[in-house]
């Protein structure tokens, strides 16, 4: 056995390095070729054809020169003569006769740059010819014309029309004579880049093809190694897929046989531990059964020291209430109150878990859950609640519509509607309850604010009421209002609390002029300036009739009027007053 265990370890060993030794030769000759195939490209691009283009341009310079000598001697036989004019443009001329050489100098020099590299193999016989060929041209050219230049000069000045005239024939023909040159040199140019771009792709056909041979080289190779090694293996991984079928069928009681101490025993022997922990975790789920959310279940199982010890984290809580139970409640069998309060948490439950929030637990019609670590970032769960509050009161609507259905009544004896509080701050996680029955939650001030926000909905006729620690985590994600600065039970320092009036950018004018006047009047309220502060909440119902705030603060006004606030007032409304 110690033997087909080292042979099983030497064969992959020898295989994988003999894959390796082929990958090295492949990567190798792949660089090699692409390498020369790089450096061909690079003189087709930046010498063949940039050279081939020069003398291209060559033949085009020769015809602005031509043209500019012709524009000389046309200004120069105006009546009366411009001399300045005539001056300029015998400049213009000067630059055009310095770019046919400019243009020749220029190939000239790209061909001898491939004459002169040993990397290519380029003809360069051919290359040399072309090269003074080039040359020749140019000397021929500039000699023949310098004497016709001087003489049509002097024809111009002395307006000897007729012989200027004749001169001009000449130097066409010239011009002719070269163009025929450059035009040869260029035919030839053109089969050297020709050949340049066949040698490039036959070395491109030599990289394929090597490559494709050490491919399959290598195809053959690892095929080799499958059938060597596959009947040494085949039968422990079929104990190992009978073992794994058993796992998914949920039975954790049937470990497999080690048969062999290679590796594969290796991998028998880890997965009867696998499954041994399955069956720990499976105890630790069963004991953790009782808890709502899946999420905490999973949570707990892998870290299971934070049920035990509890932890103090920054969380989000929300409690939601539905408003008109009690008065629909009256009237509704028991069995009718069952099925509608199954479906109302069914909706509502739907946009907290979409938001990635954690139920807590429901009591009576209202819902408590929380978002927090390590379930979710603490940077994101202030956003993730809000949004969740934001579509559980989108669902209102369709609920209100539903539930006389369920019920199989024309309308409900009551309108029913949302009442959410949402605050943020360090709270206590961890198991509270008793051996029989344990409850994975979370305690503190933030738990006991977020259940004061929610019942304060009432006293201003909102629906979303949030803290000042989760609008500030909110920012400009969604779109606020301030409402007032609230003093709630168990806290000693009022603080200000926020209505979430929709998403972000989803507010209308009406909406963003309420939020204005609103803000406003909330100012003037706060400083005693009560009229100013009247006639901002009553312009804020002009915008948006029937407001809660608005109303509830004109409502303080009036009282205060009656009853004026006290000397030391705040402008903080106590909630145990409403």
């Known amino acids: ?332 069998t028991p069995r009718g109150l069952v099925k509608v309060m199954n479906h109302y948490f069914t909706v509502m439950s739907g946009p907290i878990r979409s938001n990635r929030g954690i139920i807590d637990k429901y009591i009576g019609d209202a819902i408590m859950c929380y978002w927090g670590p390590p379930f979710i970032e603490e940077d994101e769960q202030a956003m993730l609640a809000g949004l969740a509050a934001i579509e559980m009161a989108d669902q209102v609507p369709a609920l209100q519509k539903q539930l006389p259905d369920l019920l199989g009544i024309r309308a409900m004896p009551a309108l029913c509607d949302l009442r959410i509080g949402i605050a943020t701050g360090e709270v206590l996680t961890g198991s509270i309850g008793s051996e029989l029955m344990m409850s994975f939650t979370v305690m503190g001030d933030a738990v006991n604010l977020a259940s004061r926000l929610e019942a304060a909905n009432k006293a201003y006729g909102t629906r979303i009421l949030i803290s000042q620690a989760t609008a500030d985590a909110i920012g400009s994600h969604l779109e606020l209002r301030e409402i007032d600065r609230l003093a709630v039970a168990g806290q000693r320092a009022p603080q200000a609390v926020f209505e979430v009036m929709g998403r972000a950018g989803a507010l209308t004018d009406a909406q963003a002029r309420l939020r204005t006047l609103y803000a406003e009047g909330l100012d003037a309220y706060r400083a005693g300036h009560f009229d100013d502060a009247r006639a901002a909440f009553n312009a804020a119902l002009e915008a948006v009739p029937g407001d809660g705030p608005s109303r509830t603060l004109l409502g303080r006004i009036a009282q205060f009027e009656v009853n004026p606030p006290d000397e030391g007032w705040d402008g903080a409304w106590r909630l145990e007053q409403k």
């Open 1 to 332: 056995m110690p033997i087909f265990n080292q042979s099983i370890r030497r064969k992959i060993v020898g295989i994988a390095l003999g894959l390796i030794v082929l990958m090295l030769v492949t990567s190798i000759l792949s660089m090699v070729m692409s390498s020369k195939v790089g450096v061909l490209l690079d003189e087709l691009t930046n010498r063949y054809i940039p050279a081939y283009g020069h003398l291209a341009r060559a033949n085009i310079r020769s015809l602005e020169r031509a043209l500019a000598l012709r524009r000389m001697v046309m200004t120069k036989m105006q009546s009366p003569s411009d001399e300045e004019a005539y001056a300029a443009r015998v400049r213009e001329f000067e630059q055009t006769d310095r770019r046919i050489e400019e243009e020749a100098e220029s190939a000239r020099t790209l061909i001898n740059a491939i004459i002169n590299d040993p990397r290519t193999p380029s003809d360069n016989a051919a290359l040399a010819r072309i090269e003074l060929r080039i040359e020749t041209a140019v000397t021929e050219l500039r000699r023949d014309l310098t004497e016709d230049h001087a003489k049509l000069v002097k024809q111009v000045d002395a307006r000897q029309m007729t012989e200027a005239r004749g001169t001009l024939e000449h130097i066409d023909v010239l011009r002719d004579q070269f163009n025929q040159k450059i035009d040869a040199i260029r035919a030839d140019m053109l089969a050297q880049v020709f050949f340049s771009t066949s040698q490039v792709i036959s070395h491109q056909h030599q990289a394929i093809i090597v490559s494709g041979i050490v491919t399959l080289l290598a195809a053959i190779v690892g095929f080799a190694f499958a059938l060597l090694v596959s009947g040494g293996i085949t039968r422990p991984v079929r104990l190992l897929l009978a073992g794994t079928r058993e796992v998914e069928a949920g039975r954790f009681d049937k470990p497999i046989t080690v048969s062999t101490q290679d590796e594969i025993g290796e991998l028998a022997a880890a997965f009867n531990r696998m499954i041994e922990q399955l069956r720990h975790n499976e105890r630790i789920r069963e004991t953790f059964g009782r808890y709502i959310d899946p999420k905490v279940v999973q949570g707990l199982i892998d870290r299971p020291e934070v049920a035990i010890d509890g932890q103090r984290r920054v969380m989000t809580i929300m409690f939601c209430d539905m408003s008109g139970f009690t008065s629909m409640s009256e009237g509704v």
